[in-house]
């Protein structure tokens, strides 16, 4: 367990903080949503916490998905979980950038550090055998047809029009972090560490060997993991809402301040939070509370400072 003297918080990023929501895409935008991202986080940096971040990556492992398809005439297309980790540089990198500047500017000599995270799954997890996970482009019939024949694909119809279908690949549940004590040290040296990028790459255990599987795992569930390995008293969730809310759309929306653990998990029972949405984030929330976590908070990114304050956000205490 990490001391307790400084706390610890892990940080989700959700994808606005990555990118704006009706962007391109570019990398000059990606910049510019990192920057507001970075000033965020480094305040929180700033008042003593040491500091995990992790991140989605869905955008833009779709974007290089779609490279792979136009150029697969000229280059050999990569395994997934190839271009998992490689999104996990591409992001780390950019956030290393975007933190570096706001810390060096605010006189701190830490750094920002990205480590490449393998993350075990278990090869006999319920999900392999029901992908649901949508990734990549879209297809016509005939290819989809084609890519489920000779790659053994699963294919789902999930659109309109010509190109409907969609790769879906399975999203199992994290067990264990193979890069734990890597991360811990550099956690004890005082350096904000990005890990887990995009749920980390997953990995089965094969006669004691690691070996990439096709497959996506949730971020949140994965920083859930990493906050309950680390022995954090916070875990952080960022996303578009301020809080969290149970009937949401309906004239009777209730948004939640703060819960306990017992309420989430009767929300989450009844079907409040939908697996799409907010589900993984609650489950996240619940997992880390009964794994011995102190508080979950779910809120926005500009809520961020506030909701550590109980000022915003919505709060999930044991």
């Known amino acids: 367990m990490i001391s307790t003297e400084i706390q610890t918080i892990v940080i989700a990023l959700g994808g606005n903080a990555l990118s704006t929501p009706h962007g391109d895409g570019s990398v000059d935008e990606q910049r510019a949503a990192i920057r507001q991202s970075a000033n965020e986080i480094v305040k929180i940096y700033k008042q003593g916490w040491r500091v995990v971040l992790t991140h989605g990556n869905g955008p ?4 290089l998905l779609l490279q792979q398809e136009h150029a697969k005439g000229l280059t050999p297309p990569l395994p997934f979980d190839i271009c998992g980790a490689m999104t996990q540089g591409q992001i780390g990198y950019l956030l290393q950038l975007g933190l570096q500047e706001v810390l060096h500017s605010d006189g701190i000599e830490n750094s920002a550090v990205t ?30 047809n084609e890519l489920h024949q000779t790659k053994k694909f699963s294919m789902k119809k999930m659109g309109t029009g010509d190109r409907p279908y969609r790769r879906v690949v399975p999203s199992p549940k ?5 890069e734990e004590a890597s991360i811990r040290l550099l956690v ?10 995009g749920g980390g790459v997953p990995v ?17 569930l994965a920083a859930e993991r990493m906050a309950s390995m680390l022995g954090a008293e916070v ?16 004239p009777d929306q209730q948004d939640l301040k703060r819960i306990s653990l017992s309420e989430a998990k009767r929300h989450m ?35 961020a400072q ?10 999930i205490l044991p």
């Open 60 to 63: 833009q492992i779709g974007r």
């Open 115 to 144: 480590l490449l995270t393998q993350v075990v799954v278990h090869p006999k997890d319920p999900a392999f055998q029901n992908p649901t996970k949508p990734v990549g482009p879209f297809y016509s019939e005939v290819e989809a």
């Open 174 to 178: 994290p067990l264990k972090i193979v």
């Open 188 to 197: 004890e040296a005082g350096h904000l560490v990005i890990a887990c990028g």
């Open 204 to 220: 089965i255990c094969e006669k004691g060997r690691l070996r990439g599987v096709e497959a996506v795992i949730d971020k949140d």
């Open 235 to 250: 875990l952080l969730i960022l996303t578009d809402v301020e809080r969290v809310a149970i009937r949401f759309g309906k």
């Open 269 to 303: 029972a009844s079907g409040e939070f939908p697996a799409g949405s907010m589900g993984p984030k609650i489950e996240a929330a619940i997992r880390f509370l009964e794994s011995g976590g102190k508080r979950a908070v779910i809120t926005s990114l500009e809520k």
């Open 306 to 315: 506030a909701a550590l304050d109980a000022q915003a956000g919505t709060e």
